[in-house]
C-alpha cells in the first residue's frame, strides 16, 4: 500500500466556449504533473467548458461536443498519472454537472455533483439534474471524495464520502470572488475537515467570466483545520501537493503559504483583472473612456491603464461650455500622470447644431433636463464613432451608488461596452482612488506613485451639465446615499430599517423610489465588475414594471 501520493493542483483560467483551448490547458498541466511524478493532475469545476456558461451547457451540440473533448483528452493523457476535470456529463437523457476521472485512456468515473446552488450568480437547478450521494473513487488503491463546489457546503456529502472510504477530500471548484469570501470559504471548509477527520484540498478556478471574477486562492487542511497550502489569489498557479500516510491517516505535508492581500487591494485587482480578462477572451485590444476631470472616469483610466497598459488606453476630453477649468485641468493631469495617449473634443459646435434642429419643436418650452441630457447623449455619440472608428471598446465610468439611483444618461454616459466600476459605490470610489495613490503592484502595468491628483478627489462632484451644478443638488450626499443603498440594495431592507438607522423617512422613501424607477436603465446596462453578493444584474434581478412602494 502507497505511503505518499502527489496531486498536482491546476488553478487555471479557462474561457467559457473554448473547449479546445481548455483541453490544452488541461494537458499542459497533466504534462507538469507527470514530469512531477503526480499520481492523479486535478483541475477545477467545468473547466472544459469554462464557467458560470449559464443556459450555453444546455444546448446539445454544445455539451456533446464538451463531452468529446474530454474522451480526446482521456485518449491523450493514458500514459501516466489519473486526470481530473470538471465537464457537463449525460446520463440518462439527463444533464448533471460533473467532476470525471480520466485514467489509462478512458474517462473512468463520473462523480455527479449533488448540491445545485440557485441563487445569486447561479442557477444550476434550471440547467442541470442532481446528481445522487455517491462514494469515493480510486486513483490506485487510494480512495478519494470530490465534493464539486456547493457539494462541500454541505455536511451530508463529506460525510457520505467518510463514511464510504474516503481518506482524503479533493474539492473542485468555480467559486467567484466576492469581498471578504475566502472567509466563508474557509469557514466551511474547516468544518469539512472536522467533521470528517480528513485532509481537505480546496481547488478553485482563476480569470473573468463577464461581471464575475474566479480568484483562485486554493489551499489545503489537514484534519482540524489547520493550514498545510495557500496558493496565491488571481494568479494562475500549478503546485504539486504531497499527501504521506500516518498512523492517523493521510495528512498533507505542508508547502508555501501565499499571503492573501486586504479587500481594498483584492478589489481593486478583480477591477483590473474582469477589464483584462473580457477583453482578452472578447477579442478587443484597446480602451478609449471620456475622461471629465472627475473622480470615476479618473480611476475607471487607471484601471484600464494597470490592466491593458497605457499605449491600449485612449482618454477623451469632451467639454462644453459648463465644463470648469478646474475640470479641464484635472483631466489632462490624470491623462499625463497615466500615460495615455488624450484627445480634446469640444461639443459646443455639434450641441448647437442639435439645439438648432429641434429648436421649432421645442419653441416655447424651458430648458432643463432634456437639454442637459443632450450633452450627454452627444458625447455618447462622439465617443462610440471613436470606438467603430478606432476599434477601441468604451469603458462607461458610473459608480454603483449613480447606477442604483439612475443618475446617469441612458444612451449618454451609460454608453459602452464595459463598466470596471459598476458595483464600486461612490465612497468607496474616492478611496480606491486614495489606496491606488500609495500602492503599486507587479501585476499593474501603470506608473507608480500618484496617478490622481488629490484635487480630483476632494472637489465636490458634478456632472457639469448646467451652471454651478453639484450632484448634492440632485441626491442626498453619497455618505448618506451609499448608506441608505446599502439597506435597500445590499442588505434588501425596508423603509423601517432606514429609519432605525438613523435616517429620515423622507430621504429613504425618495432613494426607494429611485432605486426602482431606474431599473430599466439598468436592464440596458453595460457588464461590470461583480465586488459584492448584491451586484446589479443575476444578484439582484427584478422586475422593470413594478408599481409596488414599502408602505413604511
Known amino acids: 500500500m502507497a505511503d505518499r501520493f502527489r496531486v498536482t493542483l491546476a488553478q487555471l483560467n479557462p474561457t467559457v466556449g473554448d473547449l479546445s483551448g481548455n483541453a490544452n490547458k488541461a494537458r499542459e498541466a497533466w504534462g507538469a504533473g507527470r514530469e512531477a511524478g503526480a499520481d492523479l493532475v486535478a483541475l477545477p469545476e467545468m473547466f472544459i467548458t469554462g464557467y458560470n456558461t449559464q443556459d450555453l451547457v444546455q444546448k446539445p451540440i454544445f455539451h456533446q461536443s464538451a463531452i468529446a ?3 480526446r483528452l482521456a485518449a491523450d493523457c493514458a500514459d501516466g498519472p489519473a486526470l481530473a476535470i470538471g465537464s457537463p456529463w ?16 478512458k474517462i473512468t468515473t463520473q462523480v455527479l455533483k449533488h448540491h445545485l446552488p440557485n441563487a445569486t450568480v447561479f442557477d444550476e437547478v434550471r ?8 462514494g469515493p473513487y480510486a486513483v490506485g488503491n487510494t480512495r478519494i471524495g470530490s465534493p464539486i463546489c456547493e457539494d462541500g457546503w454541505f455536511e451530508d456529502v463529506a460525510e457520505t464520502l467518510a463514511e464510504t472510504g474516503a481518506e482524503f477530500l479533493l474539492i473542485p471548484n468555480g467559486s467567484p470572488y466576492y469581498r471578504n469570501k475566502m472567509d466563508v470559504r474557509f469557514n466551511h471548509m474547516v468544518a469539512r475537515s472536522v467533521e470528517t477527520d480528513l485532509p481537505v484540498i480546496y481547488l478553485n478556478m482563476v480569470g473573468g467570466q463577464d461581471d464575475q471574477v ?5 489551499f489545503v487542511l489537514n484534519p482540524g483545520g489547520a493550514l498545510a497550502v495557500q496558493m496565491p ?9 504531497d499527501l504521506e500516510r500516518t498512523a492517523q491517516g493521510w495528512r498533507a505535508v505542508e508547502g508555501a503559504k501565499a499571503s492573501l ?54 482618454c477623451v476630453m469632451l467639454p462644453s461650455e459648463y465644463t470648469s477649468q478646474e475640470s479641464l485641468d484635472d483631466a489632462e493631469a490624470v491623462a499625463k500622470a497615466l500615460g495615455v495617449h488624450y484627445d480634446y473634443v469640444p461639443i ?20 432643463g433636463l432634456t437639454e442637459e441630457n443632450i450633452q450627454s447623449r452627444l458625447r455618447g455619440l462622439l465617443l462610440m464613432a471613436m470606438s467603430n472608428k478606432f476599434g477601441e471598446m468604451l469603458l462607461t465610468t458610473g459608480n454603483k451608488s449613480e447606477v442604483a439611483v439612475g443618475y446617469a444618461t441612458i444612451y449618454g454616459d451609460m454608453a459602452g461596452g464595459y463598466n470596471p466600476i459598476k458595483d464600486l459605490y461612490k465612497t468607496r470610489v474616492f478611496e480606491t482612488c486614495r489606496w491606488r495613490n500609495a500602492n503599486h503592484r507587479d501585476w499593474m502595468m501603470g506608473p507608480e506613485g500618484e496617478v490622481i491628483r488629490p484635487n480630483v478627489i476632494d472637489k465636490p462632484p458634478s456632472a457639469e451639465l448646467r451652471d454651478d451644478q453639484k450632484d448634492s443638488d440632485s441626491l442626498p450626499d453619497y455618505p448618506e446615499l451609499d448608506a441608505l443603498l446599502e439597506i435597500l440594495v445590499d442588505q434588501e431592507g425596508s423603509i423601517a430599517d432606514c429609519i432605525a438607522a438613523g435616517f429620515s423617512r423622507e430621504n429613504a422613501k425618495r432613494v426607494e423610489h429611485l432605486i426602482y424607477i431606474s431599473e430599466y436603465k439598468r436592464f440596458q446596462s453595460a457588464p461590470g465588475a461583480r465586488l459584492t453578493p448584491r451586484a446589479f444584474w443575476l444578484d439582484r434581478r427584478y422586475p422593470i414594471v413594478n408599481r409596488w412602494r414599502d408602505p413604511g
Open 69 to 71: 473533448e474530454v474522451e
Open 90 to 105: 449525460v446520463a440518462d437523457g439527463k444533464l448533471f454537472n460533473a467532476y470525471l476521472i480520466l485514467k489509462g485512456g
Open 127 to 134: 440547467i442541470f439534474d442532481a446528481g445522487p450521494l455517491g
Open 214 to 218: 474566479f480568484d483562485g486562492g486554493s
Open 233 to 241: 489569489v488571481f494568479d494562475e498557479a500549478i503546485q504539486h501537493l
Open 261 to 314: 492581500p486586504d479587500e481594498w487591494e483584492q478589489d481593486y485587482h478583480v477591477m483590473t483583472l474582469a477589464l483584462r480578462d473580457y477583453m482578452r477572451k472578447t477579442g478587443f485590444k484597446k480602451v478609449l473612456l471620456g475622461l471629465s476631470g472627475g473622480v470615476d472616469s479618473a480611476i475607471v483610466a487607471a484601471i484600464a491603464v494597470d490592466a491593458l497598459g497605457a499605449e491600449n488606453v485612449r
Open 348 to 367: 459646443a459646435e455639434g450641441r448647437a447644431a442639435i439645439t438648432n434642429t429641434l429648436a421649432p419643436l421645442f419653441a416655447g418650452l424651458d430648458e
